[in-house]
């Protein structure tokens, strides 16, 4: 059904999942406004976009008065944006990379959150886009494991602070972004053993492309209800519908 009264506001929708998402909710002719780095290239009235690096937490609320300007009411809100940072022992991880990747996977998302508070803007739900990371403590992962552990805390102490909004953190399983591009090909499978599933996953219906997944979460998402708010949900875990 195409109802562009219903909005949706997401992050990093220029490529990968985030694009993915976009583009499933515009061909449900929902309105889509997103924010990311580079921009999203997809066609339609229906989409109202804007640039801004996310770790520059004073540019961010700017972009929101702009983008969100004349919005009372979202249906959806999706964090998505995310980066990996490097895949090698937490030991040789220096405190910049490990803040670098915190603060696009993490504060960036706080920044946007008070926004939204302080807007009053009435949200129906918001997802955080996790990962199975978060819990499985794997070699090699120590930036990013530490920062999608960190965003599901976050969202369990915002789900106190939006009472009238149902708080989400969501594992969508594996994905075939250019994020692959680098875990399947670059990173040393022989040294941190969990990339061999990833490396075994590609090409396979294990790993779906973008738009395959996005329409996956796009239809988990209402039953998503039956959990508590703040929760922290792994897509390839619930039952079949």
Not at 49 to 57: H, K, M, T
Not at 174 to 193: G, H, I, K, P, S
Not at 227 to 236: M, N, Y
Request: include cysteine; glycine fraction near 8%.
């Amino acid at each position: 059904m195409n109802d562009t009264s219903r909005r949706l506001f997401i992050t990093g929708n220029s490529s990968g999942l985030g694009r993915g998402l976009a583009k499933v909710y515009l061909e449900r002719g929902w309105s889509v406004y997103g924010i990311s780095r580079r921009g999203c290239d997809l066609d339609g009235g229906a989409l109202h976009d804007i640039r801004a690096d996310l770790s520059d937490f004073e540019a961010v609320p700017v972009a929101l008065d702009h983008l969100l300007r004349d919005v009372d009411h979202l249906d959806l809100v999706i964090l998505n944006a995310g980066v990996l940072g490097p895949i090698k022992d937490l030991h040789e991880t220096r405190i910049e990379e490990i803040r670098q990747v915190m603060d696009i996977n993490v504060w960036s998302n706080k920044v946007i959150l008070d926004w939204l508070l302080d807007a009053a803007i009435r949200i129906d739900r918001i997802l955080f886009i996790s990962s199975g990371a978060a819990v499985r403590g794997n070699r090699g992962w120590g930036a990013y494991a530490l920062s999608k552990a960190t965003l599901n805390m976050l969202a369990q102490l915002y789900a106190h602070e939006f009472p009238d909004s149902h708080l989400i953190a969501l594992a969508p399983g594996l994905v075939d972004t250019a994020m692959q591009d680098y875990l399947c090909e670059q990173a040393d499978a022989t040294r941190f053993e969990s990339l061999r599933r990833l490396q075994a996953a590609r090409g396979t219906g294990a790993m779906p492309a973008p738009e395959q997944a996005a329409e996956q979460i796009a239809a988990v998402i209402p039953r998503l209800a039956g959990h508590p708010s703040g929760a922290f949900v792994d897509i390839r875990k619930l039952p079949a519908s």
